[in-house]
């Protein structure tokens, strides 16, 4: 008992912005109190899924917010932004956009504290639906940094706080504003997006009751609407996201911090493809852990076959990322003649995305993987119709073990009392056909240790840090030349 | 001596041998003996040093980048060598000197650091996966984003390290010093603490709802 005091009194200590010493261990969340990041790990306390947390430099939220918001203007519903900006000269800075953006937007809420004639910038003063809150300078939301985008179609939101100055250790603050540290988390999940804008709503009534009224109707109506109508196509999103970010590199070049700078934004490239994967397995009610699932058998399988590291980590990587491609199962966007036909598919994101990938060249090596999962043993595949050996064998593992983790989980819904020796039997009858031989045997022996009660490690990746997935370019070229 | 031997794995038996500044890229030293050897500068990029036995070797400045070294290194000396993007899984750096070494994205998943000298590394994004890493000295050294479930970090000294986004799912923090220590927006769910020293560490963003799975109970 002494002990667990010691630990508890220790961690007290060292949150000096801790109010009392309570011993519920999971209360000890070192957040600001009363902000709002704060409010929405308390409201999801009992879901398990984690919410990601990471740190951003002010360089990549700036970009990242962009490519959110610029989404807006092209999106055919109208949505609702709620933004909180710290301090009213950076809404100043940005209020040109924000006057584009409310020509498209439903209604607009901005917060952030009363400075440089903050609530009467010509840009956007007189708008009907542009709402300027000025909030109270130790309102714990004038340290957060908030974008929430919410119509029937598009949610998106950038959720963070600004380290205090304590945090950030010996250096201290940076001089230059672009440096600046904030930690919180980004996402594109509606029901999150959702509790956190009735969050802020919640909070902007304690300035505003009648525009509390109006956005709280404005979010049910919403909420109706959304019910029935297509979700707009995550794709371009992303695609934004990771060119708004690519752009953003060239103006680190001059930076002190330079490196650090450069890898948060290609870390959120990643992310944001991340993202887009757990979306679509969030999606998928039958088999919602697949990619997960295929990572971690793809890398055990690699471990099997004794591969390098660099050769596991991309299969890893492509293993989270393989459900990007709309390819498995379908030859319908092989050959598109008519205009009209290509728009739709368009529209639904039927279109190959991993074209999406292309973007960002890091990804290079992964898109291939991806591209060519869908190729067969003998030939007969999509898209180039590769045979053999000639099929990357990244692509010939991760055909295999995705279409192994699918028939798994669908014999586990069937209630099948051995879904992993009958799932090795359908991929056994594919071998020399569809499958590599080899690989199946090696599938086999994976299948024995499975049975045995080998466990795979499931854990969902901490999408925040993915940088320790990316290859750098001189890896993969001294491993080629190996 | 013949380099060129060497390099294309003719000569394994190199126990004590000097290879200060040589040219080893690409090397195919497979199960080679190089116990004791000197290897001072050398260039050993994306060598293959597989099952190779490096104990009491000297490596220092040396670089081994994409190297794949799964082989033995009781008390090797690293310091300030560049080992980053090497395959180091299950490798035995016992007693290691890591100093200064920079082992970015590096891949040490269950490998054996217990009492190694990490001081000041670099380990950024490096993958230690159920590494042991008992009693070590983690002291400065760069974890950023590093992987480090399921380690066993007992007792070890993390005193002013960067652990920033590190995914510690499940580790073993016990009786740890992580005085000074950025766990900023760590993944922190099953640590066990006990007893571990937090004075100044800075927790901010983390999510600690469950890690205080194996907190000792109440008596």
């Known amino acids: ?482 | 001596m013949d380099i060129a031997a060497i390099r294309s794995g003719t000569h394994k038996q190199l126990p004590g041998v000097d290879l200060e500044d040589e040219n080893l890229v690409q090397a195919q030293l497979e199960k080679a003996n190089l116990a004791g050897a000197t290897l001072t500068g050398s260039q050993l990029q994306a060598a293959n040093l597989r099952g190779a036995c490096l104990d009491g070797a000297n490596c220092l400045g040396a670089t081994l980048v994409a190297a794949d070294l799964r082989a033995s290194f009781l008390g090797t000396n690293f310091l300030r060598a560049d080992l980053s993007r090497s395959d180091l899984r299950g490798s035995n750096l016992r007693g290691a000197n890591l100093m200064g070494a920079k082992l970015t994205q590096a891949t040490l998943a269950a490998a054996l650091l217990g009492g190694a000298n990490l001081t000041g590394a670099n380990l950024q994004g490096a993958d230690l996966r159920g590494a042991d890493l008992r009693g070590s000295n983690l002291s400065s050294t760069n974890l950023r984003g590093a992987i480090l479930a399921q380690a066993d970090l007992q007792g070890a000294n993390l005193s002013e390290a960067n652990l920033e986004e590190a995914d510690l799912r499940g580790a073993n923090l016990a009786g740890a010093d992580l005085t000074g220590a950025n766990l900023l927006c760590a993944e922190l769910t099953g640590v066990n603490w006990a007893g571990a020293a937090l004075d100044r560490t800075c927790v901010t963003g983390t999510d600690l709802a469950q890690s205080s799975a194996r907190l000792p109970k109440e008596d």
């Open chain 1, 1 to 482: 008992m002494r002990r667990y005091r010691s630990v508890l009194v220790r961690f007290a200590k060292s949150w000096s912005r801790l109010p009392e010493l309570n011993f519920a261990l999971h209360r000890f969340l070192p957040m600001l109190e009363g902000s709002l990041l704060q409010k929405l790990v308390a409201a999801r306390r009992s879901v398990q899924r984690p919410l990601n947390f990471g740190t951003y430099y002010k360089n990549t939220l700036v970009a990242l917010c962009h490519a959110l918001e610029d989404f807006v203007l092209e999106t055919d519903s109208q949505p609702l932004l709620v933004s909180a900006f710290q301090q009213g000269r950076w809404y100043a800075q940005e209020a040109e956009r924000y006057a584009a953006i409310a020509d498209c937007a439903a209604q607009v809420a901005v917060m952030a504290t009363r400075d440089s004639g903050f609530a009467d910038l010509p840009q956007t003063a007189h708008r009907a639906n542009v709402s300027l809150v000025s909030i109270a300078p130790d309102d714990p939301l004038a340290r957060e940094w908030h974008l929430i985008i919410l119509s029937p179609t598009y949610a998106a939101m950038v959720l963070c706080q600004e380290l205090m100055p304590a945090d950030y250790g010996p250096a201290g603050e940076p001089d230059n504003d672009l440096e600046r540290k904030f930690y919180g988390f980004w996402t594109f999940e509606p029901m999150l997006v959702k509790v956190a804008i009735e969050l802020a709503i919640a909070h902007i009534g304690q300035y505003d009751p009648k525009l509390q009224q109006q956005l709280t109707t404005r979010v049910a109506m919403m909420q109706t609407e959304s019910d029935h109508c297509q979700r707009d196509d995550l794709n371009t999103v992303v695609m934004k996201v990771v060119s708004y970010l690519q752009a953003t590199h060239q103006t680190t070049e001059a930076l002190t911090a330079a490196q650090a700078l450069d890898d948060n934004l290609a870390s959120n490239e990643l992310q944001a493809f991340l993202r887009m994967a757990q979306l679509i397995d969030q999606a998928d009610a039958r088999n919602p852990l697949a990619a997960a699932e295929v990572a971690a058998l793809a890398e055990v399988m690699g471990q099997l076959l004794d591969l390098p590291a660099w050769q596991l980590k991309r299969l890893r990587l492509a293993g989270l990322l393989h459900r990007l491609a709309p390819l498995q199962g379908t030859t319908i966007t092989s050959d598109l003649k008519a205009q009209a036909q290509r728009q739709i598919l368009a529209q639904q994101g039927l279109l190959p995305k991993t074209s999406v990938m292309r973007a960002m060249p890091r990804l290079q090596a992964i898109t291939n993987i991806i591209t060519h999962q869908s190729e067969c043993w003998d030939g007969s595949g999509q898209p180039e119709g590769l045979s053999y050996d000639a099929i990357p064998l990244e692509s010939r593992i991760l055909a295999l073990l995705a279409y192994f983790q699918q028939a798994i989980a669908e014999h586990k819904q069937a209630g099948n009392d051995a879904p992993f020796a009958t799932a090795l039997a359908v991929c056994q009858a594919k071998a020399g056909s569809a499958f590599d031989p080899k690989l199946v045997e090696a599938l086999a022996l994976l299948v024995m240790g499975l049975q045995q009660g080998m466990s795979l490690p499931t854990d969902q990746p901490k999408i925040a840090a993915g940088i320790w997935l990316l290859d750098e370019p001189e890896a993969v070229f001294a491993a080629a030349r190996g």
